[in-house]
């Protein structure tokens, strides 16, 4: 007969859970807190989000976050679908290995060096940092996320069905967009989904690459919080955690999708 | 005057490539394919005709997709040229090309239904939506599909996705239609009957068909004219009925079908007769064969004859009948309407001879380990050279 789990497993799993998910419980909880006090509880209270909406600049980072966002991922998406393509279907084209390489690095890569190097290059070009640069940067080091999920998709990809398009009179381009890319659109959709989440969460390339008018929410809080932390902080991740985990849960849904979908 | 041999039992009267005056529709000159090192296609020529059924036989990994792609423009000769209505293919990519091939995998679009599916092919061509629409419904119903015209390809069976396939690629009337190992997918039961199916089609809409199989009985059974392919070269091309009667090699006499081989070697040639004796250690008496084109006294041959062409008896023929072997039978395979005997005519060395049960009752029933006598007309021997 299978036993159930031990109390030691229990236990175990249970201490993990807490260690990883307890200060963002607290974190949320205290941003209800109606006193000023982070650590101390004096009652429920929505007072530090209201005071969020009266908070302009928190305003302008949140606006400015979303926008980079929803640029960057849209063209570390295109960009990013275009570089999966080429290393899949591209064949044994010359420096087929090390523009794959090329692609994975940033993966791998640590941020501050990425974002140092990003640093440089606009310095050397002469170029001013803003909200430019700061979009730029974040397509760069999405792009590659973009590339691996769609790559996946692609190799599983039935070759036969664009030859049958062919076959049937379908120009090449034609082929990628009537048969390719419905057929790929939820991985497609899931790189999108990831770009927009990692543009969202980053604090160190944006601090290397964005500059004054430029800041976004990480950079806001981050900020804020040596200076000392308050309730209205809180709030303010509370929200940041919301948007995360519901991009998380809404790129797992696409995957569930991607893997019901017929080959 | 050297007499002239019939060979098989249909006589056809479409056989445009005996007419030396009529153009192929297809034309394949010289052409090599390799894969790195590997020879997939090794300069082939072969002309297929209008309206023609031509099958491309082969076991596995023979070159014949090999061979259907470069017509479909998926694969570039290394050499040689391949022509379509005398017209050189070079550089013309696939979408541009007048043929329409059915995959083996079927390659149907899963994020399309089954009319979107028919229709696609149609849709590059700016024709009229109401004219699409007809056409769709008219491939549909021809392919006995009408009613499930919107299901997606993952809602269909094997059958239903092979008639799909079917609809869409002849919606466009390609000038030649290509279809690779296009019922291998399907049981034995249906694949016959699609087999007549596909040629009746063929017959109705006067397309021209060249189609891939591994199947000899598949493609006797719907060609018009089969080419038998070993190891990226064409090894014969002919009717069913020839290549099955008169093939040109023991590779292609082993292929289709049964058949026996005895090696022999010429003896004397007798043209007014078109007859042949040949000398063979497996019959002291020598074997007498029917053959227009003997090779000349003393060269190696083979002598091929087919199990069905055999008569066996527990008694010794009269004396005088020409190729009688002496055995002793083994084994005995019996399937209803054909029993196969296994005859031992020496240590090592098997026979197989067929009967057509054609009656019910047989008076004296042939077991194992009897002592047999095995004897084939002079018409029943091919003699091959190599
Ligand atoms: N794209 C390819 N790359 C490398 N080798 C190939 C490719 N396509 C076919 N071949 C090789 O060429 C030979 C002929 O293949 P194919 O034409 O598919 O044979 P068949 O259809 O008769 O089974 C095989 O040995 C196969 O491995
Ligand atoms: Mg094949």
Not at chain 1, 40 to 48: I, L, N
Not at chain 2, 114 to 133: H, S, T, W, Y
Not at chain 2, 220 to 237: F, L, S
């Amino acid at each position: 007969m299978r036993r159930g789990p031990s109390w030691f497993n229990i236990a175990s799993v249970g201490l993990g859970l807490a260690f990883l998910y307890l200060p963002i419980v607290l974190l949320v909880a205290y941003s209800f807190n109606a006193g000023r006090l982070v650590t101390v509880w004096s009652g429920f209270s929505t007072r530090w989000y209201a005071a969020l909406i009266e908070d302009e600049e928190m305003r302008d980072a949140a606006w400015i976050t979303l926008r980079v966002g929803l640029i960057s991922a849209s063209a570390a998406t295109v960009l990013g679908t275009l570089a999966a393509v080429g290393l899949v279907r591209g064949g044994l084209f010359r420096g087929r290995l090390l523009f794959a390489g090329m692609i994975y690095a940033p993966l791998v890569m640590p941020e501050v060096i990425m974002g140092l190097s990003l640093l440089l290059l606009f310095v050397a070009l002469g170029q001013a940092r803003g909200f430019w640069t700061l979009t730029a940067a974040h397509t760069t080091f999405t792009l590659c996320y973009v590339a691996v999920v769609v790559q996946a998709r692609l190799v599983d990809f039935d070759r036969s069905l664009e030859e049958a398009a062919q076959d049937l009179g379908c120009p090449p381009w034609r082929t990628f967009l009537t048969v390719t890319l419905p057929n790929i659109a939820p991985a497609v959709a899931a790189g999108w989904m990831l770009a927009f989440t990692l543009s969202l969460d980053d604090l160190v390339v944006a601090s290397f690459t964005s500059g004054p008018g430029a800041t976004t929410l990480p950079m806001r809080i981050y900020s804020q919080v040596r200076l000392g932390v308050s309730p209205e902080i809180n709030a303010v991740c509370t929200l940041l955690i919301g948007a995360v985990a519901l991009g998380v849960a809404l790129w797992g849904l696409v995957g569930r999708a991607r893997t019901r979908a017929p080959v | 005057m050297a007499r002239r041999l019939n060979i098989g039992a249909v006589r056809s009267s479409f056989a445009p490539w005996a007419d030396p005056a009529a153009v192929p529709l297809a034309r394949f000159e010289g052409v090599t394919k390799r894969f790195g090192d590997a020879v997939a296609v090794a300069g082939v020529s072969l002309d297929i005709y209008e309206r023609e059924f031509f099958a491309l036989l082969g076991p596995s990994g023979c070159g014949k997709t090999t061979l259907m792609r470069l017509l479909a423009g998926f694969e570039t000769p290394d050499a040689g040229r391949v022509l379509l209505g005398g017209q050189d293919l070079a550089g013309v990519p696939p979408h541009r090309r007048p043929v329409n091939m059915m995959f083996q995998s079927y390659a149907l679009f899963p994020h399309l239904n089954v009319f979107d599916n028919v229709a696609f092919g149609l849709r590059q061509d700016a024709m009229p939506k109401a004219e699409i629409r007809a056409r769709v419904e008219e491939m549909l119903e021809m392919v006995q599909m009408a009613s499930l015209a919107r299901r997606r390809p993952d809602q269909l069976s094997g059958g239903q996705r092979q008639r799909v396939a079917l609809a869409r690629a002849i919606a466009r009337r390609p000038r030649m239609l290509l279809l690779d190992e296009p019922m291998a997918a399907l049981d034995k039961k249906l694949r016959e009957e699609t087999q007549f199916e596909l040629k009746e089609l063929q017959a109705r809409l006067g397309l021209t068909f060249l189609i891939v199989t591994h199947d000899q009985e598949e493609a006797m059974t719907v060609a018009d004219r089969i080419a038998v392919m070993r190891d990226g070269a064409i090894e014969q091309v002919a009717t069913p009925a020839e290549i099955y009667e008169a093939p040109a090699s023991r590779y292609v006499a082993d292929f289709l079908g049964d058949v026996n081989l005895f090696e022999a070697r010429v003896d004397r040639v007798e043209p007014g007769a078109a007859q042949v004796r040949l000398a063979s250690a497996e019959c002291p008496a020598g074997f007498t064969a029917l053959d227009d084109d003997a090779p000349a006294p003393a060269t190696q041959v083979w002598l091929a004859v087919r199990p069905e062409k055999m008569t066996i008896a527990l008694e010794p023929p009269p004396p005088g009948t020409p190729n009688v072997l002496e055995g002793q039978v083994w084994d005995i395979g019996y399937t209803g309407d054909w029993t196969t005997y296994l005859v031992d005519l020496a240590e090592d060395r098997t026979i197989r001879v067929a009967r057509a049960n054609a009656s019910r009752l047989v008076d004296r029933p042939i077991g194992r380990e009897d002592k047999v006598w095995v004897s084939f007309a002079p018409d029943a021997g091919v003699v091959l050279t190599r």
